[in-house]
């Protein structure tokens, strides 16, 4: 079965990056997906990347994919206090219905 | 531009009543999803519908839950003699259809159902 794994909190120092990881299983994954979703609002699309690369980059956002592992990855440069909310990683296999994580707390302290 | 709408934000029911939530969908995507997100859970999706079709209801309760998407008007998901397990956001998505990129979805606010 298709399964999305995800740490619950990370918290970091503002100024400094970010990195939220993700494992998910279903080999068949088309897309994956990162997903932020502030106190009280619905998700809002971040970035995605699509299984056949490895990377990519979109301001101060870089997704790293290791296809191989199973492992999708988001790092956040220069965080900042609005970059606290709940990230979630999810994958399609190509279909209209993504699998989500549980959500990644980041909390990002003075 | 409107994004996709839902209300009420926030429903209060007590157990044994009836649950009516609806979703505006961005204008001109004919294409609705509503998941449920269970505290500190991820979302879990319960029902895909294009216009007056369901097109995939695998994640939908049995019992009690229904969704429906007239051509005209709002989607509703209507949760009848709600319990307290279902006390959990509910999102709704819209996409304008197509393939891969193209059916990205833009999710609602949400709706925040609590059952005393």
């Known amino acids: 079965g298709e399964d999305v794994e995800q740490s619950l909190f990370l918290s970091v120092r503002e100024g400094d990056s970010s990195v939220i990881n993700c494992t998910y299983t279903?080999?068949?994954?088309?897309?994956l997906y990162w997903y932020k979703q502030e106190p009280g609002a619905g998700l809002q699309l971040l970035t995605y990347i699509f299984s056949n690369m490895d990377m990519k980059q979109d301001q101060r956002l870089t997704v790293l994919l290791n296809k191989k592992d199973k492992h999708l990855s988001l790092r956040i440069a220069d965080t900042q206090t609005g970059d606290s909310a709940i990230y979630f990683c999810?994958?399609?296999?190509?279909?209209?219905?993504?699998?989500f994580g549980r959500g990644t707390s980041l909390i990002v302290h003075p | 531009n409107a994004g996709v709408m839902q209300n009420p934000r926030h429903l209060v029911r007590r157990r044994g009543q009836e649950a009516r939530l609806r979703c505006s969908p961005v204008?001109?995507?004919?294409?609705v999803y509503w998941y449920r997100q269970l505290p500190e859970e991820g979302l879990k999706f319960m029902v895909y519908?294009?216009?007056?079709?369901?097109?995939?209801e695998s994640g939908m309760p049995k019992e009690r839950f229904s969704a429906e998407f007239p051509k005209e008007g709002p989607s509703i998901l209507r949760i009848q003699q709600v319990v307290r397990g279902d006390s959990a956001a509910y999102f709704c998505?819209?996409?304008?259809?197509?393939?891969?990129?193209?059916?990205?979805?833009?999710f609602g606010p949400g709706t925040r159902l609590t059952v005393l």
């Open positions: 999810a994958e399609s296999p190509g279909s209209y219905i993504p699998t």
């Open positions: 204008k001109g995507h004919s294409h």
């Open positions: 519908l294009q216009k007056e079709n369901i097109i995939d």
């Open positions: 998505a819209s996409s304008p259809g197509g393939s891969g990129r193209d059916n990205e979805q833009f």
């Open positions: 279903d080999s068949s994954s088309t897309y």
